[in-house]
């Protein structure tokens, strides 16, 4: 099944300590994407890749690290994470930046909650 | 700075009859307009999108109608059904003709639809 998995599903954890979430695409995209969502807000880039090695700044990309080593997997980190950081975030993947018919297809989700 | 104003935040309609959700953008180099479909829980969907060059596409009961000159486009939601409570979230984007790839979401509007 042609999908975008994200882990943890739901995390608490404290300030200031490091924390990954992990994502996969299994759909051989060449394009991924972090968002945060929050209530109000709508949806928010936070980082993105056009490629392996590719990254790029999105619109919120402070506080937050990614890297892409390999093409299916775009882990987000969170090297000092802050109270603000609590939000719903999102990784997305597509076959290419752009395009009519070029599809983002959306993970499940992972709330985040810093205390 | 907010490129794409979504309205309205909140629409509560009865089943049967016709929701309306309406966008309206600024950056003219926008070139890609996709609408999302957010259920409680999940990651969004991409419901339906259109390019500029065209003024209506329709997908079963789900249309969108864009007006070029106005810089609005909106998503009509015909027969509406209890199934379509969700979350809408119109976006515009950049395409291959330079610039940022990165998508910009309106802030969602939660449809709520009665039976």
């Known amino acids: 099944e042609a999908q975008v998995t994200q882990n943890p599903r739901y995390l608490i954890t404290v300030t200031g300590k490091k924390l990954t979430v992990t994502c996969s695409q299994n759909?051989?995209?060449?394009?991924m994407s972090w968002y945060r969502q929050d209530p109000g807000l709508g949806l928010r880039q936070i980082y993105y890749?056009?490629?392996?090695?590719?990254?790029d700044k999105g619109d919120v990309p402070e506080g937050y690290k990614v890297s892409r080593k390999e093409k299916r997997n775009f882990p987000l980190i969170l090297e000092s994470p802050s109270p603000n950081q609590t939000s719903l975030y999102f990784c997305?993947?597509?076959?290419?930046?752009?395009?009519?018919?070029?599809?983002?297809?959306f993970g499940p989700g992972t709330r985040l909650t810093v205390l | 700075q907010q490129q794409v104003k979504q309205s309205p935040q909140s629409l509560i309609v009865q089943k049967g009859g016709i929701s309306i959700i309406n966008c309206a953008y600024e950056?003219?180099?926008?070139?890609?307009f996709p609408w999302y479909q957010q259920f409680p829980g999940k990651g969004p969907a991409l419901l339906i999108a259109?390019?500029?060059?065209?003024s209506e596409k329709k997908e079963g009961r789900f249309t969108i109608s864009f007006n070029k000159s106005a810089k609005q486009f909106s998503l009509h939601i015909m027969d509406s059904q209890p199934g379509d409570s969700a979350t809408y979230f119109c976006?515009?984007?950049?395409?291959?003709?330079?610039?940022?790839?990165?998508?910009?979401f309106g802030r969602g509007t939660s449809l709520i639809v009665h039976p």
């Open positions: 259109i390019r500029p060059d065209v």
């Open positions: 890749s056009m490629n392996v090695e590719v990254t």
């Open positions: 997305a993947s597509s076959l290419y930046a752009s395009g009519v018919y070029n599809e983002q297809f």
């Open positions: 950056n003219t180099a926008f070139d890609y």
């Open positions: 976006a515009a984007r950049r395409g291959a003709s330079g610039g940022s790839y990165i998508p910009t």
């Open positions: 759909m051989n995209h060449e394009y």
